[in-house]
């Protein structure tokens, strides 16, 4: 789904690189309320994460592989705000350094991977949840319906960018019929990771979840032969050891370096859906080289490294590294404006 540079003319990049600069304006101010002590230092990780995760390309038809987006799984774990700003910061660290995804149709690729996923899936997940039982496993299921409805989504949303500002001449409605046919098989292996993940935290670590907040149900007293909701206690006790989330932390970012710095060898070679779509409907034949394609991480291997294992493990590892120091940089200063924007002096 990384739009290259080439495939959108300037006036709608230029159009959707305000959009975007707007959308992630409106997320700052957002996160800061989303964002405690709790969440914050999980956002930084939540990127990290997000990038190993986006390098296991995994096939899902006859020539054509797809990989995590990330949207709905930001979103569940940190918040909507937050979710887009996670997203960003491994577009921009993917653009920049290892030269995927074009830099002038970076507006393209935030407005379409972060923006597009996170809304739309964060508003499905909410939906669910308000209709399913509140309980742990109905977070899982709407996270997994809200991630398999981001993807395709947001082939939809490329489709009306191509239709206003494609640089080829072809039929809209192929180009629409083939991106959401493979978008929906490429949504289906993102909801399964989606799912996975956010059971694995909310199983260990419910309280770090942002989209299983207020789920916990009232107790309820028989009277009269009634169910009646209990008096309310307050809240109930954190442990020692849940209000720690070092170990989380830990777990995840060691998680996140081997998923990039190993798993990432045995992730598919075929081309992603926006790749394969764009080869067989002659889009591609307008796509320029990109800016960064001399840096020394292009193309997810280190410059000078013959050997390809080492060299795309190297690449990955150094990717979560810089990923998860730029993410955790961001979300720290907004944690620290919130923190005195509340403070009495303030």
Known sequence: MHVPDGFINAPTSAATGVLAAGALAVSLNGARRELDERTAPLAGLV???????????????AGTSGHLLGGALAAILVGPFTGILCVSVVLLMQGILFADGGLTAL???ITDMAIVTTVVAYAVFRALVKILPRTRRSVTV????AALLSVPAAAVAFTLIYAVGGTTDVSIGKVATAMIGVHVLIGLG???????????????RPDLVYG???????????????????PATGPAPVPAAARSHRRLWITGLVASLVLAGFVS???????????????????DGTARQHASAGSPLADYG??????ARLSGGLAGVIGVGVTVAAGSTVFWAVRRRRASSTSPAA
């Open 265 to 283: 060898f045995y992730a598919s070679a075929s081309p992603d859906g926006l790749e394969k779509v764009a080869a067989d409907h002659g889009i």
């Open 212 to 230: 299983a907040r207020g789920l916990r149900q009232r107790l309820k007293l028989r009277v009269g032969g009634e169910l009646v909701d209990a």
């Open 302 to 307: 280190v410059k000078d490294v013959d050997d």
């Open 47 to 61: 990127a990290a994460f997000i990038f190993a995760v986006q390098m296991l390309n995994f096939p899902v038809a």
């Open 142 to 145: 709407a996270s997994f319906a």
């Open 190 to 204: 993102e909801a399964a990771i989606t799912a996975l993940t956010v059971g694995a935290v909310i199983a260990v």
């Open 107 to 109: 507006g393209v690729n």
